[in-house]
């Protein structure tokens, strides 16, 4: 046998199959007959044609969906409202600012200036950030460092 025959031979079978598939998943009142795509592909066919599916029992007359359920009025509430008191805008006192200690700082940062943007401090040799171009500082062991053009924009110790 040829390729192509066989091929035609397997899409046919396949239709045949997809319409068989198709037909089982419809409903059983559905009075929409299935009929094969095209006479010369059934014809073409050697394979016997498949047996009709099983028909299922007549399913039983569905319920109607309840009614929504309806909306009850809303009444007041049984306790009076009191009326709100209007917002306080004096100023805070200075107490209230500060709930409990304020966080220790870290070992690094506590002694350096200018920060990375991550938080940390600058060691000499690493690029700087274009804001800090010309800015000294110190470094986390107390050293000068200033951001200067050497080879690039760098934290020079100084």
Known sequence: MSLSLRLRRASAAGALLAAALFATA?????????APSS???VASSSAPPPAPPPRR???????PAPPP??????????RPRTP??????????AEDHHRGAPAEPTHEAAGCHPLSNAGNCY???QFCRASDHGVSGTDASGRTIRCEDKNGWRWVAG
């Open 26 to 34: 419809c409903e059983p009142a559905d009075p929409t007959p299935v």
């Open 39 to 41: 006479p010369a592909a």
């Open 57 to 63: 029992p007549p399913r039983r007359a569905r319920r």
């Open 69 to 78: 359920p309806r909306r009850r009025p809303r009444l007041p509430s049984r």
């Open 84 to 93: 709100r008191s209007p917002p306080d805008h004096r100023p805070a006192r």
């Open 123 to 125: 060691k000499a040799g």
